[in-house]
């Protein structure tokens, strides 16, 4: 089965090359590199515990399979003592005081973690140009965007400056950026993976997700940082997903949503590959089963109403009076409201205002209230829909990456860009990016908590696409 | 309270307006069909069980996180951490 991790973690064990030399190439190269995609490397520390797993090697001990694997992370996650700034004015000279439960899970594993990557600010974005290291350049085109806003990390995997990067996912943070690079990104069931020292966006559908080069990779890590954490109460206790139990498939029906293939939105090329797609699963003898859902529109509605809610309550602490780059004025109140007007970017600013929008008396019943009601109704969809089918797969995405310049001109049409993804953000789906399929690869969605048969479906794909 | 605020004050943010873009999401939402109007009663809440909530206690922070959290702090003056002045209103 291909595995980088297994790749390299051979190489280390024979000998073929000493992790310093490993961790120091990858380090390199992300400085050398003309895509955008670093917000700060690690170096001191990376070097250290590279050389301490070399030492290991040398004495002739055994190493686990994530020792001395180089890897990133997006720059929202907590590492102790190294900076974290979303992306951001506000908390460009932050630096976390704790370590992220995700992150401590890898470093426990020995995994080393080689760069701070850079995404849209907060996470408020869907192509990485909101950010104030400059706009993330697509791996495989430069002039489109990387997209976001995890695209730092999409874009690192895809060139192989990182072994595999954890991004976070809220709307389609993960998938897209996996899409338009065309690597592998999972957004886990919402609870699998301890959101404790991820820097908060949307709360209620926040999920912390790998982005690898091959299925094995995302279920390796996907494994290590899985599991109930009492730092974050909507955690669940999950089993270990075993390398077996995703080699053979026994998924007999898969659904689509026809509205997501019949809309005028969508790229015909797109669409003539995912049809394409579908007659193949045909095929191989599955029953492919048309399934009724929302309206796009509706889709993305829903899910900004509730994200930018969440987000202004989340991000109200960010007032430059503990950390941050306060701006002091003529008094407190003063003061908090220079120091976000001047550290908070456009997009971040437009998302408060809307969130504070729909929070307040008189707006709260017609539009928060009912994007509730709605997140609940399309939750029901999903249920009804999983008593039919095992699997559904969609499209990542309605279109090719943009140009850099053209997402940021635009805000309507980045948000309804998310028309794919943000369903089963809504839903807490276990949803993984495959890079087959389309142009920007297709998303396979199981039933909550059934994150197994999504990495069983992809890895059945790899051989049938 | 009867005073009507406006986005920019209950956002902190200096002349913040209301933008197009977001209000035609609000239209959607405003016009959508639910059938579903009860939103307190369903399973997309992520409720924590009485028996499962952790303990309440103070979890000491560690040496190195207290210096850090000293480090972040924006202004500092004769070793005392300064906050910006506080009206009473």
Do not use: W
């Amino acid at each position: 089965m291909e595995s980088q991790i297994h790749k390299i973690h051979q190489q280390l064990v024979n000998k073929e090359i000493s992790c310093t030399q490993l961790v120091q190439e990858k380090l390199e190269a992300l400085k050398a590199n003309t895509n955008n995609t670093v917000n700060s490397t690690l170096d001191d520390t990376a070097i250290n515990l590279a050389k301490k797993i070399d030492h290991k090697i040398a004495n002739g001990e055994a190493i686990g399979l994530l020792e001395g694997i180089p890897f990133g992370i997006k720059d929202v996650f907590m590492l102790q003592g190294t900076t974290t700034t979303a992306s951001s004015e506000l908390l460009k000279n932050y630096k976390s005081a704790y370590t992220a439960t995700a992150i401590q899970k890898l470093l426990d594993a020995g995994a080393i973690p080689i760069v701070k990557e850079n995404c849209d600010s907060f996470g408020h974005g869907s192509s990485s140009e909101n950010t104030i290291f400059g706009a993330v350049k697509n791996a495989i085109n430069p002039d489109l965007v990387g997209g976001g806003s995890s695209g730092g990390s999409a874009v690192n995997v895809a060139k192989d400056y990182t072994v595999f990067s954890i991004g976070g996912d809220t709307g389609g943070s993960v998938r897209q950026p996996a899409g338009y690079n065309h690597v592998y990104g999972l957004k886990p069931t919402y609870g699998r993976i301890s959101r404790y020292g991820l820097m908060a966006y949307a709360s209620s559908t926040d999920c912390v997700g790998p982005i690898a080069k091959s299925v094995e990779d995302i279920r390796i890590v996907l494994n290590v940082m899985s599991g109930k954490d009492i730092k974050d109460q909507t955690t669940y206790v999950s089993e270990s997903i075993p390398k077996e139990s995703i080699l053979h498939s026994d998924i007999k029906t898969v659904g689509y949503f026809k509205n997501f293939v019949e809309s005028e939105a969508i790229d015909p090329k797109i669409k003539e590959d995912f049809l394409a797609t579908i007659e193949k699963i045909k095929a191989k003898g599955i029953e492919v089963k048309e399934l009724d859902f929302f309206k796009s529109d509706i889709l993305v509605s829903t899910y900004y109403t509730l994200a930018m809610a969440e987000t202004a309550s989340n991000l109200s602490r960010l007032d430059g009076s503990n950390y941050g780059n306060r701006i002091d004025d003529k008094n407190l109140k003063e003061s908090y409201a220079i120091t976000r007007s001047e550290n908070f970017s456009e997009e971040t600013k437009r998302r408060i205002v809307g969130g504070n929008q729909v929070l307040s008396q008189g707006f709260s019943d017609e539009i928060y209230l009912k994007g509730l009601a709605l997140r609940d109704a399309i939750a029901e969809n999903f249920e009804k829909d999983f008593e039919e089918v095992d699997i559904i797969i969609s499209p990542v995405t309605p279109n090719t990456p943009p140009k850099i310049g053209n997402s940021l001109k635009d805000p309507l049409a980045m948000y309804l860009s998310d028309a794919y993804t943000v369903g089963f953000s809504l839903g807490q789906l276990p949803t993984l990016t495959v890079p087959k399929g389309t142009e920007t690869g297709l998303q396979i969605t199981a039933a909550k908590t059934n994150d197994e048969l999504v990495l069983k479906f992809a890895n059945f794909l790899k051989d049938t696409l | 309270m009867s005073k009507i605020m406006t986005v920019d004050i209950l956002s902190s943010i200096k002349g913040a307006q209301p933008s197009e873009a977001v209000s035609k999401l609000f239209d959607v939402i405003k016009n959508a069909q639910s059938t579903n109007n009860n939103s307190f009663n369903n399973k997309g809440n992520n409720c924590v069980s009485l028996n499962d909530l952790r303990d309440d206690i103070v979890v000491e922070s560690s040496a190195i996180e207290k210096q850090i959290i000293i480090e972040n702090f924006p202004k500092e003056k004769n070793g005392y951490l300064v906050v910006s002045k506080i009206i009473e209103e």
